[in-house]
């Protein structure tokens, strides 16, 4: 339960963040945001985020920075200075070591790609590498790559609905062996961005017996990701049964509305991880009751 209240605080901060990454966001600040000392929001955050709360602001600001060196015609060291960056030196340096060459080149080689019409967004006839696409009318929904909107790096996936009769829902998956994480407690976690989710999406993993029974399931419609939502870190965590053979995962998207994911992960946690699956059993009474109809509450 504590876990859960801190990930809850946690991207609460996430969307501060997003909403202030021109702005000096220094630790007190964020801290005092969080409503925690900064000992403890520092091991909070890196705990859920996997990084510190400095590494994790500076990624952004690059990132936000790539599209702005291949959208505007703003200097080099403007852009440094409006994300926060000391100097011009400092910024080239962090960008260099995210995109492997100066912001100057990228700007170049980026732009010819874009003035060539070559796609912004890979249709879902070329879906991401590794995954597949699937789910109840999927013929619904597309997916594939988009090198605009992204978390870090140069490329996001999307999953969207064709307009807004879109049916049933479609996912973004990947099966995998369950042999190496048995008996582990697994987390399957990433950043998710939304616009104009109508109905629900989320994060999903199912462990598998060889007999098809499903060991254990969540699919976060306990708290689903809903509207319009800057990136935020959203997660599943399970433990897999020695006995179980696959492990199942991805996003999924259920009527109309437009997701991205990016920086997606799948790691072994500690038992200091508590399990999202839902247990069922929670829910229920512990004897038969009103068997005769007469209780009217």
């Known amino acids: 339960m504590v876990y859960k209240e801190h990930e809850k605080t946690i991207q609460e901060t996430l969307n501060f963040i997003e909403q202030h990454l021109t702005d000096k966001l220094q630790l007190p600040l964020l801290a005092g ?8 929001f520092h091991r909070v955050f890196r705990k859920i985020i996997g990084k510190s709360v400095v590494d994790y602001i500076r990624e952004r600001r690059i990132s936000q920075a790539s599209r702005d060196l291949i ?3 703003y200097r080099v060291i403007d852009i440094a200075l409006h994300y926060q960056f000391g100097s011009e030196e400092s910024f080239i340096r962090a960008f260099k070591k995210v995109y492997g060459m100066a912001p100057g080149r990228y700007r170049k080689l980026l732009r010819k790609i874009f003035d060539k019409g070559e796609s912004i967004m890979v249709k879902d006839s070329n879906i991401p590498s590794g995954w597949i696409m699937t789910g109840e009318s999927p013929y619904d929904y597309e997916t594939g790559l988009d090198s605009r909107i992204v978390h870090s790096g140069n490329y996001s996936a999307y999953l969207n609905s064709k307009d807004e009769k ?3 829902f479609a996912t973004l998956m990947q099966q995998i062996k369950s042999d190496r994480y048995q008996g582990e407690r697994l987390r399957f976690s990433g950043f998710v961005k939304s616009i104009d989710v109508e109905g629900t999406a989320g994060l999903w993993m199912r462990i598998d017996h060889s007999s098809g029974e499903v060991l254990a399931f969540d699919n976060m419609m306990n708290r689903p990701i809903k509207g319009t939502n800057e990136w935020n870190y ?3 965590v399970m433990d ?3 006995k179980s053979e696959v492990i199942a995962f991805g996003i999924l998207l259920n009527g109309t509305g437009h997701i991205w994911m990016d920086e ?3 790691e072994i946690v500690d038992e200091s991880i508590p399990v999202t ?5 929670e829910d229920l009474s512990d004897k038969p009751v009103n068997l005769n109809f007469e209780s009217i509450d």
Do not use: E, I, N, W
Request: a positive charge; hydrophobic letters at 35%; proline letters at 4%.
């Open 33 to 40: 945001y969080a409503g925690y000392s900064r000992f403890h």
């Open 71 to 73: 959208a505007t015609d």
């Open 166 to 168: 879109a049916r049933g």
């Open 234 to 236: 959203y997660s599943v």
């Open 240 to 242: 897999v049964p020695v």
């Open 264 to 266: 997606l992960s799948f």
């Open 277 to 281: 699956v839902q247990k069922t059993s």
